[in-house]
């Protein structure tokens, strides 16, 4: 069964960039869309993006001029970079599967599998 | 974007009492393309629902999902102890994906 696990650092300064990285053990990170989705504390979900192992990426127009996902094969993870953070980007961090491999694979598929989430605090 | 509305924020039920969770979509979804996931406090989301109306793996028949077009719902009935937890709705057929801002099930 695949888990992920985030990693990075909790606590970031104003205007700098979070980095984030999501490890992926029991399964490939071929074959699948990744993604990246935070919560603000007491707020709803909010996806980030997504990211393939081709290295493809869609992300979501509110924040697309700050981010950038990359993915490594040899590592099995996929990482999130965040610019110019502000204390409106301190959340909780998530990455999860999107559903569907091979010729299942579609950036348009529900979430199976999640991380169990970092906290990101942006402050000085 | 489309933006998902769920309702009610809270619903205060009992144990064994059934629970109607609603969410609406400011446009109709593309091929019933919506999942609901369970949330307790400190954990990640699970999911429940996809494909409106397909209970994920290890969930139980007290689960149900339905709707089409931008009403959809999700049941369970009989409630468990377990069961109370934030229920979000996400929709993934049409980029970018979008959440509902949840409805909190407590126990009364």
């Known amino acids: 069964q695949v888990q992920l696990q985030e990693s990075g650092p909790g606590l970031v300064k104003p205007s700098e960039t979070l980095s984030l990285t999501c490890f992926v053990s029991?399964?490939?990170?071929?074959?699948?869309?990744w993604s990246w989705i935070r919560q603000a504390p007491g707020k709803g979900l909010e996806w980030i993006g997504q990211?393939?192992?081709?290295?493809?990426?869609?992300?979501n127009p509110s924040l697309k001029s700050r981010v950038t996902m990359s993915v490594d094969m040899y590592k099995n993870q996929f990482s999130l970079k965040l610019s110019s953070v502000t204390a409106a980007d301190t959340a909780v961090y998530y990455c999860a599967r999107v559903f569907g491999s091979g010729v299942y694979s579609s950036p348009y598929n529900w979430l199976d599998s999640w991380g169990q989430g970092t906290l990101v605090t942006v402050s000085s | 974007e489309i933006v998902l509305t769920q309702s009610p924020g809270t619903l205060s039920l009992s144990p064994g009492e059934s629970a109607t969770l609603s969410c609406r979509a400011s446009q109709s979804l593309t091929s019933y393309s919506l999942a609901w996931y369970q949330q307790k406090p400190g954990q990640a989301p699970r999911l429940v629902i996809y494909?409106?109306?397909t209970r994920a793996t290890g969930i139980p028949v007290r689960f149900s999902g339905s709707g089409s077009g931008t009403d959809f719902s999700l049941s369970i009935s009989r409630l468990e102890p377990d069961d109370f937890a934030v229920y979000s709705c996400h929709q993934y057929g049409t980029s970018p994906h979008t959440f509902g801002q949840g409805t909190i099930l407590e126990i009364k």
């Open positions: 029991g399964g490939s990170i071929s074959s699948y869309y």
């Open positions: 494909g409106a109306s």
């Open positions: 990211i393939v192992y081709s290295g493809k990426t869609n992300y």
